[in-house]
């Protein structure tokens, strides 16, 4: 009888023990990597502007290649302290100094959509 009731009493304080792993784990940051570059932004963002006005924009490019000069890409990445890791890319291609496409998952918001 008593063995029954340690063991009854150890299985309830593990199952108790369970339930509190969240609030004792360690507490961990929200990481931002990146140039943050929002749909509101994008949708600035015309067929012709020049490097400058799109630097204005976006702000600078995370990565610049001097193999592809006419080449940009920003890249974020959100990493929250407890969740799933969030990537958003976007390449902006220019053609003879002025932008010609955008490619990447950050489109801009379409007109009249709430």
């Not at 140039?35 to 963002?45: D, P, R």
Request: aromatic share 8%; proline share 4%.
């Amino acid at each position: 009888m008593r063995t029954l009731l340690t063991s009854a009493l150890l299985v309830a304080t593990l199952a108790g023990c369970s339930s509190v792993s969240d609030f004792l784990s360690p507490y961990r940051i929200d990481v931002r990597q990146g140039n943050f570059v929002s749909q509101e932004m994008v949708a600035q963002l015309k067929p012709g502007m020049s490097r400058e006005q799109v630097r204005f924009v976006l702000g600078a490019p995370l990565l610049t290649d001097v193999f592809h000069a006419d080449r940009w890409d920003y890249v974020y990445r959100f990493q929250p302290g407890k969740g799933k890791l969030q990537e958003r890319k976007l390449t902006v291609i220019f053609e003879n100094g002025s932008l010609a496409r955008l490619e990447g998952d950050v489109r801009p918001e379409e007109a009249g959509a709430q």
